[in-house]
C-alpha cells in the first residue's frame, strides 16, 4: 500500500530567511507529500534527529549563510553516523556553483540554487521517493 512521501524541509545554522524554504515546502505538500518543517537556526544534529524520529523519505536543507560546505558536511556526517545515509539529503539556496561538486562529493544529492522553478523541486523528490 502506497502512503504519502515524508519530506522534512530545514534551515540549517543562523540564517534567519526562510521564504523559499517555506515555498517549497508549500509546492512539496501541494503535490501530495507530507511536509515537515522544523524552522528556523537549526543545527545539523536536529535535522539529523528529526529525520529519523520522523521516519522521512528525504531531507531538503535551504541555506543562505555561505556556511554550506561545514553545516552540510555535518549533517551527512552525522547522518553516517546514525546509520541514516539513505535518506537522500537534497540543498537549496545560496550556493556557490563552484561548491557544488564537493556538496555531491559529501553525498548531497541535488542542490537547487535560487530561481530553480519550484515544479523541478517537486519533480526531483517525487523521482526520489517514488517507491514510497
Request: hydrophobic share 50%; glycine share 10%.
Amino acid at each position: 500500500m502506497n502512503r504519502k512521501a515524508r519530506i522534512l524541509i530545514a534551515k540549517v545554522g543562523l540564517d534567519g530567511h526562510d521564504v523559499g524554504a517555506r515555498v517549497v515546502a508549500r509546492a512539496l505538500a501541494d503535490a501530495g507529500m507530507e511536509v515537515i518543517y522544523t524552522g528556523l537556526r537549526q543545527t545539523p544534529r536536529q535535522i539529523v534527529t528529526a529525520a529519523l524520529e520522523e521516519a522521512v523519505d528525504a531531507i531538503g536543507i535551504s541555506i543562505l549563510s555561505g556556511a554550506h560546505l561545514t553545516l552540510l558536511g555535518e549533517v551527512t556526517r552525522l547522518m553516517d553516523h546514525q546509520k541514516a545515509g539513505d535518506i537522500p539529503l537534497v540543498a537549496g539556496g545560496i550556493i556557490p556553483v563552484e561548491d557544488i561538486p564537493a556538496l555531491k562529493e559529501m553525498g548531497v544529492r541535488e542542490i537547487f540554487l535560487p530561481a530553480t522553478p519550484t515544479d523541478e523541486i517537486v519533480e526531483f523528490f517525487k523521482s526520489l521517493v517514488q517507491k514510497v
